[in-house]
């Protein structure tokens, strides 16, 4: 089966300053890649995603770029605010019936 | 926007028990999923569903069964609980058309005694 790797476990940066968080995955059959933010207490939220068919997508600070000969895709976070503090999860997709998470980035935001 | 409702936030039980998790979604959503999320260890896939009476196993189904009679309800059942499934567990629902994101619901954390 598939398997994803998310490093760092934990971040922490100044406000204002970039956070990247990284993941690998192992099948190259996976073809989708959605990020979650899960903040203290709350449900996972999709922030943004990704499929096999771009190299890149940003939605305002966020990007995520996929490179798929590498077998790794990269979260984006510029201009980090303290409301960006939170755990991250990246996933990896080949049918959209199963996903497989990474381990998750606690990410903190010091003002 | 797309609701995913879990039963309980928290819940207590006691070792032995046969334990119910409850969840709905409400956007005729193909795919039900039930995750089990521990620190350190991210999400992991305990069964999942794509149509009603079907269902699949994850990477952690033992101890483990599920039920979905409606398209808007998956079960999660622990037949005899035990203090090793203490842990919070998550509900997912996405569409089935291709590769579509998943809506979590708030999740249950379940404490076995």
């Known amino acids: 089966g598939e398997n994803v790797e998310q490093h760092p476990s934990t971040l922490s940066v100044q406000e204002g300053d970039s956070a990247v968080i990284k993941c690998t995955y192992s099948d190259s059959a996976s073809n989708y890649f959605p990020w979650y933010k899960q903040e203290l207490g709350k449900r996972p939220q999709l922030i943004i995603d990704i499929r096999s068919n771009v190299g890149e997508k940003k939605d305002q600070r966020i990007a995520v770029t996929l490179n798929k000969t590498a077998k790794h895709f990269s979260l984006h976070i510029t201009e980090t605010q303290p409301e960006d503090s939170a755990v991250y999860f990246c996933?990896?997709?080949?049918?959209?019936?199963?996903?497989?998470f990474g381990t998750g980035t606690s990410l903190t935001v010091i003002p | 926007d797309v609701k995913v409702t879990q039963s309980s936030r928290y819940l207590v039980k006691r070792t032995g028990e046969k334990v119910f998790l409850e969840c709905v979604q409400d956007m005729d959503h193909e795919n039900m999923f039930w995750y089990r999320q521990d620190p350190g260890l991210g999400l992991r896939l305990i069964y999942f569903?794509?149509?009603?009476?079907?269902?699949e196993k994850g990477d952690i189904p033992e101890g483990y069964s599920v039920s979905r009679e409606k398209k808007e309800r998956f079960s999660l059942i622990l037949e005899s609980a035990s203090t090793n499934q203490t842990s919070m567990y998550l509900c997912?629902?996405?569409?089935?058309?291709?590769?579509?994101?998943?809506?979590f619901g708030d999740g249950t954390r379940l404490s076995i005694l």
């Open positions: 569903s794509y149509d009603v009476k079907m269902k």
């Open positions: 996933a990896a997709s080949k049918t959209g019936n199963q996903f497989y």
């Open positions: 997912a629902s996405s569409l089935r058309r291709g590769n579509q994101p998943q809506h």
